[in-house]
């Protein structure tokens, strides 16, 4: 089983509709992250989250939200989705040991319509 | 703050030859360098990474990189080009203790394999 994972792997939604996206991970890591990856512009991060308590912006988080509902879940919402959210959408982990190297999972391919 | 530059959005090399791909980073503090590779619908998946010690440094796959302080490179190099090397691979920075900040990418370099 894969250590981190992400559902939906693909939705197509329309604009103004409210969407999450979830991410699991079984390898016990305390810090979790969501990027985004459009064409060209490789991955930029929305937010990051130290821990159950921590959540942090990061380059790209206007029009997003996350919540961390356990150490293991951290899923990213579109409140309102426009169509430039159209994008690949990954979640990482990592230890506060070493939590420069960052494990990834599958990807969502998000369609906005 | 800290940025990477990759050098050629794509690349095409023949099966067997030699791969090389650059990448640039710009850092106002020792840096962490990491290549990640991405095969078609699937995640990202670490190739190498270099935080401390010996520059040059060996990963999967038989690719390697060398951390080139003077000249701010970070280059990938396999001898040997295989067809199931076709992929987007990704340089990425970050520091010590600026992991938890997240990595930043480059735009992504597309590798060709031609038969």
């Known amino acids: 089983d894969a250590d981190v994972t992400q559902t939906p792997r693909n939705r197509i939604t329309k604009t103004g509709k409210r969407i999450m996206l979830e991410c699991s991970q079984t390898?016990?890591?305390?810090?979790m992250y969501w990027y985004r990856q459009d064409p060209g512009l490789g991955l930029r991060l929305i937010y990051y989250?130290?821990?159950?308590?921590?959540?942090n912006k990061g380059e790209i988080s206007d029009g997003y939200s996350v919540s961390r509902q356990a150490q293991a879940k951290f899923s990213l919402s579109l409140e309102s989705a426009i169509p430039n959210q159209t994008a690949l959408y990954f979640c990482?982990?990592?230890?506060?040991?070493?939590?420069?190297?960052?494990?990834f999972g599958p990807g969502t391919r998000l369609l906005v319509l | 703050a800290q940025s990477v530059t990759q050098l050629g959005s794509h690349v095409s090399v023949s099966e067997g030859a030699l791969v090389l791909l650059r990448c640039n980073y710009s850092?106002?503090?020792?840096?962490?360098l990491f290549w990640y590779v991405q095969y078609p619908n699937q995640g990202l998946q670490l190739l190498l990474k270099?935080?401390?010690?010996?520059?040059l440094v060996k990963g999967i796959n038989g690719f390697e990189a060398e951390f080139k302080k003077s000249e701010t490179s970070f280059h990938l190099t396999k001898p040997s080009a295989h067809m199931s090397d076709a992929a987007e691979y990704f340089c990425?920075?970050?520091?010590?203790?600026?992991?938890?900040?997240?990595?930043?990418f480059g735009k992504g370099t597309h590798l060709i394999i031609q038969p």
């Open positions: 990482a982990t990592s230890t506060s040991r070493q939590q420069e190297t960052q494990y």
């Open positions: 390898k016990g890591h305390d810090r």
């Open positions: 989250s130290f821990d159950v308590k921590d959540i």
């Open positions: 850092s106002s503090v020792p840096p962490y």
């Open positions: 270099y935080t401390t010690g010996a520059t």
């Open positions: 990425a920075v970050t520091y010590s203790g600026g992991g938890a900040d997240g990595l930043t």
